[in-house]
């Protein structure tokens, strides 16, 4: 089963490569990794997707909550939590397409960028919106390269509040 994990941890060099060092020790691929420092600048926070059971997974989080650097560990994938991910696309849209391939875009939420030399276009949704965009798009030109921020999180619910250590 996939897995959307959020640990905050201390902003400490080398906490980073511990956490995704447990993971990966453990045989498990991270899909999705997205880490920048919180409201507090001693904190930052991890969003990870991985994939595992759910057994499997509940231990990895305890492991993680051992770890000194990390304050806590939630695995949001049962809870209610929204999920976005940000992507950026340049393609080359033929100049008979390009009031189309913008109706995809602004209807999609997204925002052109820039259109020269090619078009740079910003979509944020879910994973499964993005593709869709990118596939629809696709029909209105050459896909040159897509960039992919990575997966964010949040629970709809109050977060619990950090632990000292």
Known sequence: MRHLIAILLQNEA?????????ISSRGYNIESLSVAPTN?????????????SDAVIAQI???LQKLVDVVTVEDMTTGDHLARELAL??????????DAAAQVVHRSGGKVLSTEPAWIVEI??????????????????EIV???????????RTGRRAPTAR
């Open 14 to 22: 080398g906490a980073l490569t511990r956490v995704t060092g447990l």
């Open 40 to 52: 507090d600048p001693s904190i930052s926070r991890i969003t990870l997707v991985t994939t595992g």
């Open 61 to 63: 989080n305890s492991q």
């Open 89 to 98: 696309l340049k393609l080359q849209v033929a100049a008979d397409q390009q």
């Open 124 to 141: 944020a949704g879910t994973e499964d919106m993005i593709a869709e965009v990118i596939a629809t798009l696709s029909a209105f030109g």
């Open 145 to 155: 390269e897509v960039v992919r921020g990575g997966v964010l999180g949040i629970s």
